[in-house]
């Protein structure tokens, strides 16, 4: 049986952070994304939803604290033009925790992961083909 479904797109990522700010100060500072959204909200504005991305990305990350869990374990993927180039980038950056090399095996596309200070991951893929 085949089922339809309404036109959709996947738009937003979420990370669980223990510190929104810290986050934020990641994210920005050391990876240089942009923030695409931060609005308080709830009765008294004690939430607060916040999201960034890499600069030209139609896809967001929301950053938000952890909702009965603790921070960290979640995974994306974020796709550059040049895998090798942008490893440099973020090793002269420091302070990021960072595979050592790019690698890749067969059928795959060259990658390399970072952490950010809440055991997130990030995949940094070059485009398949």
């Known amino acids: 049986m085949t089922t339809t479904t309404t036109k959709a797109s996947i738009a937003t990522a979420m990370f669980t952070v223990a510190d929104q700010d810290g986050a934020l100060a990641f994210y920005t500072g050391q990876l240089g ?10 009765a008294d504005g004690e939430n607060r939803w916040l999201e960034v991305a890499p600069p030209g990305s139609a896809a967001r990350l929301a950053l938000n604290p952890p909702m009965g869990g603790t921070p ?58």
């Open 72 to 129: 960290g374990g979640s995974a994306i993927g974020v796709e550059v033009d040049d895998v090798l180039a942008e490893h440099a980038r973020l090793t002269s950056v420091g302070g990021i925790d960072l595979d050592p090399a790019p690698g890749s095996v067969p059928g795959a596309p060259l990658m390399f992961s970072l952490r950010d200070p809440d055991g997130n991951h990030i995949w940094v893929v070059s485009p398949a083909g």
């Open 33 to 42: 994304w942009e923030v695409r959204g931060d609005v308080r909200f709830g």
